[in-house]
């Protein structure tokens, strides 16, 4: 018997020795040993980065050429704190005060007819008259401003990194072209980033839909972007879990040239395909409707995202689709990006258009599109919107504002930095998840 006891003594201190010496070896694995390319199977899945590489402090002239391998780098340290390049937000830049323009520009938004003329027959028609009396339901702390106003830049990007989005994504129209309400603002490109520089963020294109807009005016678009602004330090690039770093475009209504046609531009066999050029780029399309991810797929776009932070305005919007729209891109190695807001209204330029605002309840709708988004473990989330101030989708700074004919929503009973607050909250937690899912 004590024989028995003696070797099964042995035996144990044998197996507890072999699992303290597998354990101590499993410890000392990095990702880089194998474990991120087994990550959900995505090619495009971007690594996780700890440390800033070149690619995070390159000066505005230096980026790496496509294709280097160079490990991505999704965190970075800003003026404002930790920022994350995979939490893009979309801005914009259509905004005028006669200060700066001589004229307000989009704050004095028109009131758009319903396209039915009975039911816009019972509806306001005219022009907003600022500064008392603008285009959105909220009022910006920093008044009816203008994109040119170099102090406004400074304090949209300090706005941006303080929520901990790394990558704003620039609403963008070619050269002399504007949407219906405003106008040519390209030239502004150059001072966005170098705003965004200054406060290590990146700035991706939201290509919008112009008048004769196709295939081939987006590859000349996309041209003229890459020779104009490739070379700058705050020009985003996306690394795929290759090492390949090639630059990211959201088009926005992509669904209305067929998918027979970006296909001339995006399938490598296309007449004008941009496919292992210089001008080779990650392509976003936009899903409204549920065919759209079929005709993404047929395009040879390399993503979808969602824009709308109306929940249940569109099917791509809804976020109850979100987890079958991401089954379907890991089926077809398509990223998805889905888009989150803090609520909706837009009836100051939609009076009609009541019944898709979405409450903000203080907050909650946000977290719970928030929470929507990573249950969908996606490789990057987007923000509709930073100053979106029509749809009132904004993040930016509100305060409470009471005229004569108008009392203007707003945060309270928290401050003017709730939502920046809120974002970097959530897009902390959404890095912290990602981190464990890529393990």
């Known amino acids: ?6 070797k099964a003594c042995i035996a144990l201190f044998l197996f507890t020795l072999f699992i303290f010496g597998t354990m101590m070896g499993l410890r000392t694995l990095k990702p880089s040993d194998g474990f991120s390319d087994l990550a959900l199977g995505v090619e495009l899945l971007p690594m996780i980065g700890g440390k800033m590489s070149r690619d995070a402090t390159a000066s505005p002239g230096q980026v790496h050429p496509a294709g280097s391998n160079v490990k991505a780098v999704l965190s970075n340290s800003g003026p404002e704190g930790t920022i994350f390049y995979d939490v893009h937000i979309f801005y914009y830049v259509w905004y005028g005060s006669p200060h700066m323009d001589g004229k307000y520009i989009h704050w004095d938004h028109i009131l758009v007819p319903h396209w039915d003329p009975k039911i816009a027959s019972s509806y306001p028609r005219g022009r907003h008259m600022p500064p008392e009396d603008i285009g959105a339901s909220f009022y910006p702390e ?51 980033l170098d705003a965004a520089y200054r406060h290590n963020l990146k700035v991706a294109f939201h290509i919008q839909p112009y008048r004769g807009r196709n295939d081939q005016s987006v590859h000349d678009n996309i041209k003229y972007i890459i020779d104009r602004y490739g070379d700058h330090g705050a020009f985003y ?39 292992g050029s210089a001008y080779d780029s990650i392509f976003i399309a936009l899903i409204v409707e549920e065919r759209h991810k079929h005709d993404i ?41 889905p888009s989150v807001g803090p609520g909706y209204i837009d009836t100051s330029i939609r009076p009609w258009n009541n019944h898709n605002t979405r409450n903000r309840v203080n907050g909650r709708y946000y977290e719970m599109a928030l929470q929507a988004a990573l249950n969908a473990r996606p490789e990057i989330v987007t923000i509709t919107s930073f100053n979106e101030w029509h749809e009132g989708t904004q993040i930016e700074r509100a305060v409470p504002k009471k005229t004569v004919t108008r009392v203007y929503l707003d945060y309270q009973p928290h401050g003017p930095d709730h939502y920046l607050e809120l974002t970097r909250h959530w897009a902390e937690q959404f890095n912290k998840e990602k981190q464990q899912w890529l393990m």
């Open 1 to 6: 018997m004590a024989r028995l006891r003696r």
């Open 297 to 337: 797929l047929a395009g040879g776009f390399d993503g979808m995202y969602t824009y709308f932070a109306s929940n249940g305005f569109s099917f791509g919007s809804s976020h109850q689709n979100w987890k079958a729209i991401k089954a379907f891109c890991d089926g077809n190695n398509l990223i998805f990006i």
């Open 237 to 275: 690039k996306f690394t795929s879990s290759t090492g390949k770093s090639l630059p990211l475009f959201y088009i926005y209504d992509s669904y209305l040239t067929p998918p027979e046609s970006w296909s001339e531009l995006l399938s490598a066999t296309g007449s004008h395909s941009v496919r």
């Open 142 to 192: 920093l008044n009816p401003y203008s994109s040119r106003d170099p102090d406004v830049l400074e304090s949209h990007m300090e706005q941006i990194g303080a929520s901990a989005a790394g990558v704003l994504v620039l609403s963008w129209y070619p050269p002399g072209v504007a949407d219906d309400n405003g106008e040519p603002a390209e030239d502004l490109v150059p001072a966005v």
